[in-house]
Nanobody, 121 residues
Framework: QVQLVESGGGLVQAGGSLRLSCAASGSIFRISAMSWYRQEPGKQRELVASISSGGSTSYADSVKGRFTISRDNVKTTVYLYLQMDSLKPEDTAVYYC?????????????WGQGTQVTVSS
């Protein structure tokens, strides 16, 4: 089991920046990839950025060059970050932290509770 707690959302003007944080605890040694997703009302959840256990990153085309994902292991907690710069109104959504664990060939996905990001024009 992995527990995820996000923080850092809020209201910001277009062109501004926000930094989202996610603290992962529990069976962190089983975590492989970690990701940020976002979801707008009435729309499907979409993948924003991912980072592997080895540090490889990938981004949705809509956020490339503006968002940066990173992770840091500190004792019994893994911290996942999303630095969001040059924010646009279309970045407004609930952002979710996700972690994938792998154990004996079985993958499991865990989700945080979500944090609202609102970008005003």
């Amino acid at each position: 089991q992995v527990q995820l707690v996000e923080s850092g959302g809020g209201l910001v003007q277009a062109g501004g920046s926000l930094r989202l944080s996610c603290a992962a605890s529990g069976s962190i040694f089983r975590i492989s990839a970690m990701s940020w997703y976002r979801q707008e009302p009435g729309k499907q959840r979409e993948l924003v950025a991912s980072i592997s256990s080895g540090g490889s990153t990938s981004y949705a085309d809509s956020v490339k060059g503006r968002f940066t994902i990173s992770r840091d292991n500190v004792k019994t907690t893994v911290y996942l970050y999303l630095q969001m710069d040059s924010l646009k109104p279309e970045d407004t959504a609930v952002y979710y932290c996700a972690a994938r664990t792998e154990n004996l060939g079985v993958a499991s996905d865990y989700w945080g509770q979500g944090t609202q990001v609102t970008v005003s024009s």
